[in-house]
């Protein structure tokens, strides 16, 4: 078993690799070779499909469970706010900056550590799996959900993202709606009593206010927002139609199918069709082992209204990991290097804690 302290700083030095080198969804190349380095250096057998690399704990057994340790290595585009060099990692007043250091570069190097740490452990409960992957930023189809079919079945998992080493034990799905609201098309100069962007007014109100019945106790109330609205191509033509996005996040009391049967039959529009059911709402029960190992650590628990790879999983999953999801996606963004040393320790008493 290799010394914490020479994990943690080799942990934080492939964290800066990953800044220096650009990973946007779509184009991770680069930073899964820095994964497969770290399996070479540390002498771990690994696999690697598309930018998605993988490797299981030595002592696998296929009798027992299977636990996923995953991260994402892609990150989003820097926002025109930057005042540093996003891909420049740069260590002030304890603070590791650069683009992907906190969402997820963090929680990713934090859980290769941990499952380096217990690569060779004995007499575990379950097999440990570790997936760094691809496209989590774009819910591409190019990344986790690519290798479902590839690695082993996983009956629980740990998705890494910033949660301030809190347990988020369920997270809202996602289903996003296209609607119509139809009138009759006219010149503006003429009388016209269906006009569609007034009719739209009366479907944003129903909107607003539209409420379903069932809360979630983690998650709270399915959330529907109206995001954008499209119509006219000149000033003096009255539309024939108006376009909608909906954005509809759902707690663990609907599934994205049962959202989607309601809405067409309940919203005052023409037309509405949802783009995808892939992205579901997640959660674990609070009697798993893996949250009751938490909670006796003095983490909390909490419901997640962000979306990530939790979505793709079938099997019960939790959301955990250093940093703030609130510094996801801003202007320089950063990680406490602490938070990165203590989420490695956290982890791995945690794991030793639920899986021996």
């Not at 990973?23 to 250096?41: M, N, P, Q, V, Y």
């Not at 030595?58 to 926002?79: E, F, Q, R, W, Y």
């Not at 997820?104 to 097999?127: I, K, M, Q, R």
């Not at 529907?224 to 024939?240: K, R």
Request: proline share 4%.
């Amino acid at each position: 078993m290799m010394q914490l302290e020479k994990l943690q700083q080799e942990a934080i030095e492939l964290l800066k690799n990953l800044i220096k080198t650009q990973s946007f969804s779509g184009e991770e190349d680069k930073t899964a070779e820095l994964l497969e380095i770290w399996f070479k250096k540390h002498e771990i057998p690994y696999q690697r499909y598309l930018n998605n690399v993988w490797a299981v704990n030595k002592n696998n057994d296929k009798a027992k469970p299977t636990l996923l340790l995953n991260s994402h290595h892609d990150t989003v585009k820097p926002n025109s706010a930057y005042t540093r060099d996003p891909f420049k990692a740069e260590i002030e007043d304890g603070k590791l900056f650069g683009l992907g250091s906190n969402d997820a570069g963090g929680c990713l190097v934090s859980l290769l550590a941990t499952f380096t740490y217990l690569y060779s452990e004995e007499n575990l409960n379950h097999n440990i799996l570790f997936a760094g992957t691809a496209e989590e930023e774009i819910n591409g189809k190019n990344g986790i959900a690519a290798l479902l079919s590839k690695i082993p079945e996983i009956d629980v998992a740990i998705v890494g993202e910033p949660t301030l080493m809190n347990l988020a034990v369920a997270e809202k799905g996602l289903v996003v709606f296209d609607a119509v609201v139809k009138g009759t098309p006219s010149h503006a100069a003429h009388p016209n009593s269906d006009n569609s962007i007034y009719k739209t007014a009366k479907v944003l109100e129903w909107f607003e206010n539209f409420k379903l019945d069932k809360v979630s106790e983690n998650l709270g109330e399915v959330k529907v927002t109206v995001t954008q609205i499209q119509a006219g191509s000149q000033h003096n033509v009255v539309p024939a139609r108006v376009h909608l996005v909906i954005d509809v996040r759902v707690n663990d009391k609907y599934s994205n199918e049962e959202i989607e049967q309601i809405l067409k039959e309940k919203a005052p529009v023409d037309e509405i069709n949802a783009r995808s059911l892939r992205l579901n709402s997640s959660s674990i029960p609070l009697d798993h082992e893996l949250v009751k190992a938490g909670i006796d650590l003095k983490m909390e628990t909490y419901g997640s209204p962000t979306l990530s790879d939790q979505a793709m999983l079938s099997c019960s999953s939790l959301k955990l990991g250093p940093g703030d999801s609130t510094r996801s996606h801003s202007a320089d963004e950063f990680i406490y290097v602490k938070e990165i040393e203590e989420g490695i320790e956290k982890y791995i008493r945690l794991l030793e804690k639920a899986l021996k």
